[in-house]
T-cell receptor, first 113, second 115 residues
Framework: AQSVTQLGSHVSVSEGALVLLRCNYSSSVPPYLFWYVQYPNQGLQLLLKYTSAATLVKGINGFEAEFKKSETSFHLTKPSAHMSDAAEYFCAVSESSASKIIFGSGTRLSIRP | GAGVSQSPSNKVTEKGKDVELRCDPISGHTALYWYRQSLGQGLEFLIYFQGNSAPDKSGLPSDRFSAERTGGSVSTLTIQRTQQEDSAVYLC?????????????FGPGTRLTVL
């Protein structure tokens, strides 16, 4: 069975500050890991995905995530927050890139001017 | 190119009525998924179609829910005798299902409100 835990349902940072959204996973098989973003009143958009290649994954909009097997973590970071980054972020896991995705509960990111 | 489309975008129905939600996947995508997003349950997997294989129905919450995919393309999710707890945004996604390079692309969703 697979599961994902996102620590913090709401994170608030100042514009220009580091963004860190935490995600821990549980999987009995080598996982595929994803971060999706959902902007207000819009659909889900893939930010980045880990598929057992490089452990540091770079995504769109300056985001990146690092797969750490020893910590079962896949935290999402961005060096400098922008107002347009305000959205809901979902960490997710699957057994392959094409099987059902198990989503975390989501973290709402707010950006303070 | 065109993305995943879903219709209707909003649906309001009365408790006990049946509803049908439609998903048009990206052309050529062989895999199709249904999820729902609700306040209480977050994002949940419902059902997965892959080519001609039997669908993975492990996420369907009750036998009131069913889905079909005709001709390997368009899919319809049917909810019979709707209940208020069925109120949610129903999301459809599709992918090529060719292994490591595949990505699920999501549609805008159908917001279902059961009164």
């Amino acid at each position: 069975a697979q599961s994902v835990t996102q620590l913090g349902s709401h994170v608030s940072v100042s514009e220009g500050a580091l963004v860190l959204l935490r995600c821990n996973y549980s999987s009995s098989v080598p996982p595929y890991l994803f971060w999706y973003v959902q902007y207000p009143n819009q659909g889900l958009q893939l930010l980045l995905k880990y598929t057992s290649a490089a452990t540091l994954v770079k995504g769109i909009n300056g985001f990146e995530a690092e797969f750490k097997k020893s910590e079962t973590s896949f935290h999402l970071t961005k060096p400098s927050a922008h107002m347009s980054d305000a959205a809901e972020y979902f960490c997710a896991v699957s057994e392959s890139s094409a099987s059902k995705i198990i989503f975390g509960s989501g973290t709402r990111l707010s950006i303070r001017p | 190119g065109a993305g995943v489309s879903q219709s209707p975008s909003n649906k309001v129905t009365e408790k006990g009525k049946d509803v049908e939600l439609r998903c048009d996947p990206i052309s050529g995508h062989t895999a199709l998924y249904w999820y729902r997003q609700s306040l209480g349950q977050g994002l949940e997997f419902l059902i997965y179609f892959q080519g001609n294989s039997a669908p993975d129905k492990s996420g369907l919450p009750s036998d009131r829910f069913s889905a079909e995919r005709t001709g390997g393309s368009v899919s319809t999710l049917t909810i019979q005798r709707t209940q208020q707890e069925d109120s949610a945004v129903y999301l459809c996604a599709s992918s090529f299902d060719r292994g490591n390079t595949d990505t699920q692309y999501f549609g805008p969703g159908t917001r279902l409100t059961v009164l």
